[in-house]
């Protein structure tokens, strides 16, 4: 018994080691002579547990006198550089990606790379927020994947303006009522967000970064007996990604389109014997009981987002591009086209079709390249497609995002 409880131990303080983010040579009392020491007895293991803690606070003091330090130094750039007039914004998204990478090619664990990313947007967003909080339109309300993805991109100490559609977070940004809007472009289950790709044509806003969110899809309600629902609620898009899922488990059941998974949540709160689809956040928020965990019918589902403004981005390490055109229905055009792409080696990583407005059967076609409109093979080809093409939009340049 005495072994066993010496084991259970051993395993808690490894543990406890990882969580806290420290290796065994980091601290004064290595694992291997705390697990000798437990068999002295209980007080000596007080003791050492005591130890450890007075050490995780001293670190947190000192990390707490670092972010002080660093926030004094961020608010002198931003000072210099408005006395220079250099920038409009403080937010340099090329910038905060350069660090991030850096960041996580030094990272030995034990916290993984997603946990750097978040610690350091927080902290991103916490500087921001010393010379002005940033005002970030997404499509609401609160506890959508957009919002999520919001956060997830700029962290918490921002305002956040939630919009009815995605046609207003395009318009709240070019009014200047927000600095930046973060809309939904496609889903690795149900692909292109189209209504997006379509506010592209008339917009005078660029494509700053994107953001990748992974989706996990909760079935929620009132009630844990899934035999009593007899509605559910949800957006369009989380319906078609648990088709299966509710065929499956829910044949027959009614099926409500809702503006968000938001609304949907609202909707089972407020109605009995219906569930709503929506993401464990949104349980949180109204207060509903989780069904089913991740009922979406691919477990790797991510939806990834784009940050628009009314600035270009600056050159990162690693580029994407995005841009919009339209050519001339003759035989071969399209393919002429993409062999421009080919001969000059540049990676196409997207390329989807959008019928024009008004116009049948003509179409644009949205492209998606790895590179920087600044490259002199890149210039090249715009020059090239200038003449080609019947329309030509560069939607933009910016950092490409790595793994998350």
């Not at 406890?16 to 983010?21: D, L, M, P, Y």
């Not at 050490?55 to 210099?80: M, N, P, T, V, W």
């Not at 970030?136 to 959508?144: H, M, N, R, S, V």
């Not at 109204?286 to 589902?301: F, H, M, T």
Request: glycine fraction near 6%; charged fraction near 25%; proline fraction near 4%.
């Amino acid at each position: 018994m005495k072994n066993t409880i010496n084991r259970q131990v051993s395993a808690f303080f490894k543990f406890t080691a990882c969580i806290v983010g420290l290796n065994y040579g980091m601290i004064n009392y290595p694992i291997q002579e705390i697990e000798g020491n437990l068999s002295k007895g209980g007080i000596c293991f007080l003791s050492q547990l005591d130890d450890l803690r007075q050490q995780i606070d001293k670190i947190d003091d000192q990390l707490a006198k670092l972010i002080s330090r660093r926030g004094r130094l961020a608010q002198g750039i931003g000072e210099e550089k408005s006395r220079q007039g250099k920038m409009k914004h403080f937010h340099v998204p090329q910038r905060e990606r350069a660090i991030l990478d850096r960041l996580k090619e030094q990272n030995k664990g034990p916290f993984p790379n997603s946990s750097i990313d978040s610690i350091f947007r927080e902290l991103f967003s916490a500087t921001l927020a010393l010379e002005k909080p940033l005002k970030i339109a997404f499509l609401g309300p609160e506890t959508t994947f957009s919002h999520q993805a919001a956060v997830r991109h700029f962290g918490h100490s921002c305002t956040f303006n939630p919009c009815g559609n995605i046609e207003t977070v395009f318009s709240e940004v070019e009014m200047g009522n927000s600095d930046y809007g973060v809309v939904p472009v496609e889903n690795s289950i149900e692909g292109v967000i189209n209504l997006t790709l379509d506010c592209f044509v008339d917009s005078p806003l660029y494509i700053c970064s994107e953001t990748r969110l992974p989706i996990g899809l909760f079935l929620l309600s009132t009630t844990t007996d899934k035999k009593k629902i007899e509605k559910i609620y949800s957006h369009p898009q989380p319906f078609a990604q648990c088709r299966n899922w509710l065929s499956s488990n829910l044949p027959g059941v009614e099926q409500v389109p809702a503006s968000s998974t938001a609304q949907a949540a609202e909707l089972t709160k407020q109605n009995k014997n219906t569930a709503a689809i929506a993401g464990q956040m949104a349980a949180e928020v109204y207060g509903l009981k989780v069904i089913d965990k991740n009922i979406q019918d691919r477990a790797e589902n991510h939806t990834r987002f784009l940050v628009v403004s009314k600035d270009k981005a600056k050159r990162a390490k690693k580029n994407k591009t995005s841009l919009m055109f339209s050519i001339t229905d003759e035989s071969g055009s399209l393919l002429k086209t993409l062999q421009l792409f080919a001969k000059n080696k540049i990676n196409l990583s997207k390329i989807q079709s959008r019928p024009l407005r008004n116009r049948p059967w003509e179409y644009l076609f949205y492209v998606d390249f790895i590179g920087h409109v600044d490259d002199k093979t890149v210039q090249h080809v715009l020059k090239v497609l200038g003449k080609q093409t019947l329309f030509l939009r560069v939607l933009g340049s910016y950092p490409e995002q790595g793994e998350p």
